[in-house]
């Protein structure tokens, strides 16, 4: 029996000398754990990074936020059009490609939550893309989301949080200086701009030995002073070799619809340091211990809790690692690709 063909319309992947979030990363994971079991082609922007055993066909990339995301969706369809496939999974983006077969769609948050978050051009755009993420729901069988405020806004089928391939390991080598690592960027619902406040006003407190790498676009590198080591364009090797090496996770993002940075903090033993918002407020509820060493604060307590956390040094408590290892192992437990293969097979059956 042949493996089932599936096509993925995935436009956020990681590329070569492209800034990419937690979201094309993940992807990256899955793809090669999914891939063993079927033959997949991975529809996405030209200069894709490649893996093993896939296929990939690339559309034009596009200049500008109407480009990413009107014009590539449409370019995207005329490219899925001409594959024969027998499923079709849509991470993003779908909305162009209603008509064309029944399809699986995965929802990474909420334009219209983003939407709130931001202000300006972006305020408008991830509304309009809201209105658009709500008409491409009507025409998905299959509906999965990565945390509960996706799965009650879309009336998803399954829970699948976007952790393929972490496990715990919480023993990195740390740096001998206090460090802190923050992963997006300097502007916008990240708030970048906020880390650096925090980071200074410790240095200014503990001595100027302590450390903040930041991964995020290379166009964010000149916001950052000359201490901060800004890395863009990172392997998801290289952004896990950081974060082994920090004493703490900083993640004040205004809206997260699951917030993989802060999973990873905690796989890797650091404390974390974050806003409260959907996606992280779901990772700290699923802790019953207490002692989870994922602090969410509001913006006036942040500083202080960022200047406590870094002089508290970078070993957890045994209780600590336990409640980390716990909650990794549960969302390890609901996102196995397995189940998403799964689904595949069900899909060329019906």
């Known amino acids: 029996m ?13 590329a070569d000398h492209v800034h990419v979030g937690g979201v094309g990363r993940y992807l990256m994971r899955l793809a090669d754990s999914v891939s063993q079991h079927v033959e997949l082609t991975i529809v996405t922007l030209e200069g894709a ?16 936020r109407f480009g990413r995301y009107y014009r590539a969706p449409i ?30 769609r995965t929802y990474y948050g909420s334009s ?22 709500h008409f491409g729901t009507r025409h998905a069988v299959r509906r999965l989301a990565i945390a509960p405020e996706s799965m009650n806004e879309f009336r998803c089928h ?47 407190a503990l001595g100027d030995g302590i450390q903040l790498s930041v ?38 993002s205004s809206y997260e619809g699951f917030g993989i940075p802060i999973i990873e903090g905690l796989s890797r033993g650091l404390r974390v340091i974050a806003s409260p918002n959907p996606g992280h407020c779901f990772t700290s509820g699923l802790d019953k211990s207490g002692a989870l060493p994922l602090r969410l604060v509001s913006d006036s307590d942040f ?11 970078p070993q957890l408590s045994p209780s600590e690692k336990q409640a980390s ?3 990794i192992s549960h969302l390890a437990a609901i996102s196995d690709p397995m189940s998403i293969v799964g689904m595949y097979i069900e899909l060329v059956k019906s």
């Open 49 to 64: 990074s490649r893996i093993s055993n896939v296929n990939f066909v690339e559309v034009p990339r596009p200049g500008g």
């Open 112 to 133: 219209l939550s983003e939407a709130r978050s931001s202000s300006g051009a972006r305020r408008v755009n991830h509304y309009v893309l809201g209105l658009l993420e």
């Open 215 to 252: 991964v995020g676009p290379s166009a964010d590198a000149e916001h950052w002073p000359s201490w901060v080591n800004h890395v863009s364009d990172a392997t998801d090797e290289e952004v896990d070799t950081l974060i082994r090496r920090s004493w703490v996770l900083l993640a004040p």
């Open 158 to 204: 399954d829970l699948t949080p976007p952790l393929s391939g972490l496990t715990f390991e919480p023993d990195g080598k740390r740096t001998n200086d206090p460090s802190a690592i923050f992963i997006g960027s300097f502007e916008g619902r990240k708030r970048g701009k906020m880390v650096l406040r925090a980071v200074e006003r410790a240095r200014a």
């Open 303 to 313: 500083d202080a809790t960022v200047l406590s956390s870094i002089a508290s040094g």
């Open 75 to 104: 370019s995207a369809r005329r490219a899925i059009s001409g594959i024969r496939y027998d499923a079709l999974h849509c991470h993003g983006d779908d909305w162009a490609t209603v008509g064309l077969s029944r399809y699986i």
């Open 325 to 327: 290892a716990s909650v």
């Open 2 to 14: 042949r493996k089932p063909r599936v096509v993925w319309l995935a436009l956020e992947w990681p």
